[in-house]
């Protein structure tokens, strides 16, 4: 007995049924895609998020280190100064001191 051969009506169905099949394939394959490059940027932004705080405390670090550095630096430049006063007002003060009796003892 001969095969039979599908007619043009079986042939055509099985090509729709091929090619919704390849394009059921097809749709999953791009929401797969679709959804791999949202959890991708997710991880991006987060990362960039990450970073971007990272960058920002150790600048905030940096700068504070710098102000406490500056700081530092007035509060020694001030007591140096004071000192140098003191000194200067303490070798002046035996010629105050004669100053004013001067004035004291001829008004």
Do not use: C, F, Y
């Amino acid at each position: 007995m001969p095969e039979e051969q599908p007619s043009v009506l079986q042939q055509i169905r099985k090509k729709e049924v091929e090619l919704s099949v390849r394009a059921d394939q097809a749709r999953r394959d791009g929401e797969q895609i679709v959804a791999d490059a949202k959890r991708e940027a997710a991880d991006i932004l987060k990362n960039a998020e990450v970073d971007g705080r990272r960058n920002a405390e150790r600048w905030h670090k940096e700068q504070l280190a710098s102000v406490l550095e500056e700081v530092d630096k007035l509060h020694r430049s001030g007591e140096d100064e004071v000192k140098t006063a003191r000194l200067k007002g303490e070798q002046n003060l035996p010629k105050a001191i004669d100053e004013i009796v001067n004035v004291v003892i001829s008004g």
